[in-house]
């Protein structure tokens, strides 16, 4: 059943340091109309906790977010990226290639890709986000941690309303111009886009390719077993998460919305801060919808609400969660040295992920074979 008390309000917050960083860069280093993609980053959040009942989180694909920002390409290749891939996930899923793909991985590589993203996570949050803003930045990711660490667990006391508290605070004093805010406050709907040929193929070959690896291993395989730990009653589906992936692309290019994915950091943010339900994601796509409806004109100001010190934080205990779940295997030698092998390339080469996943399966079998 889907709540909404203090835990989902404070479970919303736990995927906010890997997601709305990416959303900003996208909005700003590529031009994007900041109301649409919030309105249906916040449409998508919505839809994904009515449909699972569980904090099943939403974000921007991450691999083609680093791409656009990086290289500043159009808005445009992005959307028919977006159609493009969400058209190729429907295929694995409808054919039950997807099914295949993720029975012939063994637990010990999904727990690696879930040490590696951890290890990622952990790196972005205190080399980029916790350094920056100087002093007062680690003054206030030092007052933070120390929050999450006392109240980590804490039903009576959620720890990220306090957390998110404390960065309002700081933003007030310290980042944004109320006036600026309320003067900027208006109504805005998503634009309508058609994906050209063009930016469908070009989006395929130079955005989507990178990107299906990262979310087999991330946004299929990883956050079906994430889900698994976390909700063992819930007998989650490769083929569920499949369509409802292929169903956010295929439909977002045509509002101008970004390419969207499901993330096992994700799940395991808005669970470290409490979540237990839908009710987390409902809130927290709530707070897009709002700021994309009202607040879109503003929105280089009203995002300053959200400090990067304070969101490393928060994804800081992200990533430590992801890295906790390489407990279930550290009874076999042979499954932990794999884990941490396949983590090592996950985070160290391009496209680590997929080269990972591939070699980790690999090696489980050639090992198997030794054995028999």
Same mark, same amino acid.
């Given at each position: 059943?889907?709540?909404?008390?203090?835990?989902?309000?404070?479970?919303?917050?736990?995927?906010?340091?890997?997601?709305?960083?990416?959303?900003?860069?996208?909005?700003?280093?590529?031009?994007?109309?900041?109301?649409?993609?919030?309105?249906?980053?916040?449409?998508?959040?919505?839809?994904?906790?009515?449909?699972?009942?569980?904090?099943?989180?939403?974000?921007?694909?991450?691999?083609?977010?680093?791409?656009?920002?990086?290289?500043?390409?159009?808005?445009?290749?992005?959307?028919?990226?977006?159609?493009?891939?969400?058209?190729?996930?429907?295929?694995?899923?409808?054919?039950?290639? =997807?099914?295949? @793909?993720?029975?012939? !991985?063994?637990?010990?590589? +999904?727990?690696? #890709?879930?040490? $590696?993203? *951890?290890?990622? /996570?952990?790196?972005?949050?205190?080399?980029?986000?916790?350094?920056?803003?100087?002093?007062?930045?680690?003054?206030?990711?030092?007052?933070?941690?120390?929050?999450?660490?006392?109240?980590?667990?804490?039903?009576?006391?959620?720890?990220?309303?306090?957390?998110?508290? =404390?960065?309002? @605070?700081?933003?007030? !004093?310290?980042?944004?111009? +109320?006036?600026? #805010?309320?003067? $900027?406050? *208006?109504?805005? /709907?998503?634009?309508?886009?058609?994906?050209?040929?063009?930016?469908?193929?070009?989006?395929?070959?130079?955005?989507?390719?990178?990107?299906?690896?990262?979310?087999?291993?991330?946004?299929?395989?990883?956050?079906?077993?994430?889900?698994?730990?976390?909700?063992?009653?819930?007998?989650?589906?490769?083929?569920? !998460?499949?369509?409802?992936?292929?169903?956010?692309?295929?439909?977002?290019?045509?509002?101008?919305?970004?390419?969207?994915?499901?993330?096992?950091?994700?799940?395991?943010?808005?669970?470290?801060?409490?979540?237990?339900?839908?009710?987390?994601?409902?809130?927290?796509?709530?707070?897009?919808?709002?700021?994309?409806?009202?607040?879109?004109?503003?929105?280089?100001?009203?995002?300053?609400?959200?400090?990067?010190?304070?969101?490393?934080?928060?994804?800081?205990?992200?990533?430590?969660?992801?890295?906790?779940?390489?407990?279930?295997?550290?009874?076999?030698?042979?499954?932990?040295?794999?884990?941490?092998?396949?983590?090592?390339?996950?985070?160290?080469?391009?496209?680590?992920?997929?080269?990972?996943?591939?070699?980790?399966?690999?090696?489980?079998?050639?090992?198997?074979?030794?054995?028999?």
């Amino acid at each position: 059943m889907i709540r909404f008390d203090k835990n989902e309000l404070s479970g919303s917050f736990g995927d906010i340091g890997t997601s709305f960083p990416l959303i900003i860069g996208l909005i700003l280093a590529c031009k994007l109309d900041a109301a649409s993609v919030m309105i249906m980053f916040g449409l998508m959040q919505i839809m994904t906790g009515l449909i699972y009942g569980i904090p099943m989180s939403v974000q921007p694909l991450k691999a083609m977010a680093v791409m656009m920002i990086a290289q500043k390409l159009e808005g445009t290749l992005l959307y028919g990226a977006g159609l493009a891939i969400g058209a190729t996930m429907l295929l694995l899923t409808i054919t039950g290639l =997807l099914e295949w @793909i993720v029975k012939v !991985i063994p637990e010990c590589v +999904i727990r690696g #890709i879930q040490f $590696g993203l *951890g290890v990622s /996570l952990a790196g972005l949050a205190l080399k980029d986000y916790v350094q920056s803003d100087g002093y007062y930045g680690y003054m206030i990711a030092f007052i933070a941690f120390a929050i999450g660490l006392f109240l980590l667990g804490n039903r009576k006391y959620p720890p990220a309303l306090f957390i998110m508290s =404390l960065a309002v @605070i700081y933003a007030i !004093i310290f980042k944004i111009n +109320i006036f600026k #805010i309320n003067e $900027g406050i *208006g109504f805005a /709907l998503p634009t309508w886009n058609v994906p050209q040929k063009d930016d469908i193929v070009q989006g395929f070959i130079m955005l989507a390719i990178p990107q299906i690896a990262l979310s087999l291993s991330n946004s299929v395989v990883a956050t079906r077993q994430t889900v698994a730990d976390l909700f063992p009653e819930k007998k989650l589906t490769v083929r569920k !998460i499949g369509f409802t992936y292929s169903l956010m692309n295929v439909v977002n290019p045509f509002f101008s919305g970004l390419p969207a994915c499901h993330g096992s950091g994700g799940i395991a943010g808005h669970y470290t801060f409490g979540a237990r339900t839908g009710g987390s994601v409902i809130i927290y796509g709530g707070l897009c919808l709002v700021i994309g409806l009202f607040f879109s004109t503003v929105f280089d100001e009203i995002v300053k609400v959200f400090p990067l010190p304070v969101l490393g934080i928060i994804l800081l205990f992200e990533s430590l969660t992801l890295m906790s779940f390489i407990r279930s295997i550290m009874h076999s030698k042979s499954d932990l040295l794999i884990a941490l092998l396949v983590a090592m390339i996950a985070v160290g080469l391009p496209h680590g992920y997929v080269i990972g996943l591939v070699l980790g399966t690999f090696a489980v079998m050639l090992f198997r074979r030794q054995l028999l």
